[in-house]
């Protein structure tokens, strides 16, 4: 079987790329082992300090024009996204324009959010402060298969603004696009600036190894070794990681809206989304006629085979193992007493891995499907007493990245969202709040580490802060320094009792 051969091939020397709808292998790759990774530092770290010696305006005029070289070699890179990670065209296409709109956005701002900034010296009076923002040097980027130019070019385009050099290590997965953009954009760039590393876990742990700051989108099993492993040369991480994300609908929410809603954001891009709807929670009064309406809305789904004239909602699996964690989550759900409304297995005589959406009901929190993270288009509504059994249900999970509440009184929403345990909530939305480049972006519990966007301080993530005290008038010397004296001692006892005591 032409997957197991690309999983063998991992073992080897060289990576095979296959296409999950069609079961044939797309392309094949030389892998970079610990010794490529290396030479691809080095490289890294002779072009970085030119780089950022450009300053932030210039660097920025450099990505807007690597970009619209990007955007010239769209057709290519944009087939083999398509090819390799079989989503459907227009999940294709909107990936590629979030790119270029975020580097939009940044390049816009970066070089104010990179000036110096002027700070306070109080309580030392006449002297200046300013913090300057510097970057760490060499950025490595290990982005996963579901959205791999985004998640890779996410974390490479701000960190290059910040000055800094980055090496980008795509899913072994879905190599091909990222390659393709980044070839692109090194037609403007300079030399060793931004690079891609081909290979699997081997390839990671070596960049782990030898960058100044890692960056990485996946799973919390992911999350925790590198972060284990970046621990032994203390390397500041950024973790994005998995969700398991709730959705709550209140009794006076738009129905439609929210089935729509849950369909869309259990289903795109097959489910394979950390910010996907995973659970649905629904006041008990709604609960049928809501359910009634999801079941009609994910019945008029279409997957099959993509292509730029496909018309189809999604296709298959890109990874062939998440099939057996979704079959693996149904099974118990359906032993432990659940019921599947619509969907429930694989489409059957398909080269891929073809499931179809799936809308399950009678579940409670003992199941797998309501506890860990499942990624696929699975859709499980519990009914609940009210908001407050919602919210409790909502937060009783490891996982802590993305939710939603659904309700006709918008402040009441906004008071609801707060209380929810994730680092991102929607109010009569969902998923998009993770494509806002002003809003920040991460996780809480085990859903990651610090975050990504939030205007200046998701820029500044890639920059050290580094403090400068000034002292600009001419004296010999100053009242903290030696020698001391008890009198001086007793003035400070006196004034910490004017200034506290009272």
Known sequence: MVIAAARDALETSRLTVVDPARGTIVDELPIDDATAV???????????????????RRRARLLKRARREMVRGRATILDHLERETGKARFDVVGELMGVCMNLG????????????????????????????????????VISPWNAPLNLALGDA??????????????????PLAVRLAVEALNRVLPAGVLQVLIGAGDTGEA????????????????????????????????????????????????????????????CMMTGQVCMSVERVYVEAPVAQAFTQKLVERVQALRTGFNGADADIDFGPFTSPRQIDIV?????????????????????????GIFFEPTVVSNVDD?????????????????????????????????????????????????????????????VNECVVSAGIPSL????????????????????????????????????KTEPNWFPYSSRRARQIDRLIGLMFGW
């Open 207 to 266: 960049l782990v190894d030898r960058v100044d700051l890692i960056c990485v989108t996946g799973s919390p099993q992911t999350g925790r070794r590198v972060m284990q492993r970046a621990s032994q040369r203390l390397t500041p991480v950024l973790l994005e990681l998995g969700g398991k994300d709730p959705m709550i609908v209140l009794r006076d929410a738009d129905l439609e809206r929210a089935a729509n809603a849950a369909a869309w954001g259990g």
């Open 105 to 140: 956005y940044l390049v816009r701002r970066a070089p104010g959010w990179l000036r110096p900034q002027k700070v306070s010296t109080r309580p030392l009076f006449g002297k200046r402060g300013r913090v300057v923002f510097k970057p760490h040097g060499i950025v490595g």
């Open 157 to 174: 385009f701000p960190a290059l603004l910040a000055g800094n050099a980055v090496l980008i290590k795509p899913s072994e997965l879905t």
């Open 327 to 351: 079959e693996r989550h149904l099974a118990d759900a359906v032993a432990k007493g659940a019921k599947i409304l619509t969907g429930g297995s694989r489409r059957a005589g398909e080269s």
């Open 440 to 475: 920040p972006f991460g996780g809480v519990k085990q859903s990651g580490v610090g975050s990504r966007h939030g205007g200046a301080d998701g820029l500044r993530q890639f920059c050290i802060r580094q403090a400068i005290l000034i002292e600009p008038r001419k004296r």
């Open 366 to 426: 003992s199941m797998l499907l309501m506890q860990e993270e499942t990624f696929g288009p699975i859709i499980p509504v519990m009914p609940v007493r009210d908001a407050d059994e919602a919210v409790r249900y909502a937060n009783q999970s490891v996982y802590g990245l993305s939710a939603s509440v659904w309700t006709a009184d918008v402040q009441r929403g906004i008071e609801l969202a707060q209380r929810l345990d994730s680092g991102n909530a929607c």
């Open 38 to 56: 290396a030479a691809a530092v080095q490289r890294a770290r002779a072009a970085q300090p030119a780089w950022a010696a450009l300053g932030a």
